[in-house]
């Protein structure tokens, strides 16, 4: 099996896993729409993924699996994360709850966020009609009802083993040093799945070109 084989098979098999860990996540006030979505969930997640090296597809699988062994569930761990930013005393009352965070677990996940974070905002600044209805950039700008982009990731992030996250540094700096956004190489994998042949053919659909 040729490398790229190899990485596509790998992610059908995260994304399989995860989409099954997603179904036991327990939301306030109930099942939430996205986990009756797999289409959705598995664009999003696919595309994603398509940018990261083999080392990190590899060892995310196995964070995956080493979770599942010790009955953990690290889509949920996800939410319980982001409530370190959205709802500060809710997480206090379940921190205990969660894998602690080392230090250097911590700094990494903040190198990585603000690689992403100033992707994604040259992002909403080239595609305004794609990103209009997208999640707010910043932490500062979460409320109730929605969680900005850097809360999200970092939450996620912080569900990944260092050395996935290891991997997923050397992979951004890489690509920031060679001038490379993978923020667009993402939403350009994300529209296709949907049928437009890149982003900026759909912002020039949707702007009226």
């Not at 597809?57 to 930013?85: C, F, T, V, W």
């Not at 379940?94 to 992707?119: G, M, Y």
């Not at 939450?155 to 890489?174: D, I, P, Q």
């Not at 437009?196 to 020039?204: G, I, K, N």
Request: proline fraction near 3%; hydrophobic fraction near 35%.
């Amino acid at each position: 099996m040729d490398s790229t084989k190899a990485a596509d098979a790998c992610i059908e098999r995260i994304v399989t896993r995860e989409w099954n860990l997603f179904q036991k996540v327990n939301n306030v006030g109930g099942r939430a729409d996205c986990q009756d979505s797999p289409k959705t969930f598995a664009i999003m997640r696919k595309s994603q993924f398509a940018s990261w090296p083999e080392d990190a597809l590899a060892s995310y699988e196995e964070d995956l699996r080493q979770a599942e062994a010790e009955g953990r569930n690290p889509l949920a761990e996800k939410y319980g994360y982001m409530m370190r930013r959205t709802h500060p005393e809710e997480y206090r009352r379940i921190a205990d709850q969660l894998p602690e965070i080392s230090r250097e677990k911590d700094e990494l996940v903040r190198a990585i966020v603000d690689i992403n974070v100033a992707w994604e905002g040259e992002c909403d600044a080239r595609y305004p009609h794609v990103r209009s209805t997208g999640r707010p950039l910043r932490t500062a700008q979460d409320t109730a009802c929605a969680t900005s982009f850097e809360t999200y990731l970092e939450g996620e992030l912080l569900t990944y083993s260092e050395n996935t996250l290891c991997c997923l540094h050397r992979h951004v700096l890489a690509a920031k040093e060679r001038g490379e956004n993978l923020a667009e190489k993402n939403l350009d994998d994300m529209v296709r799945a949907y049928g437009y042949s890149s982003a900026r053919a759909l912002e020039d659909e949707r702007a009226g070109k």
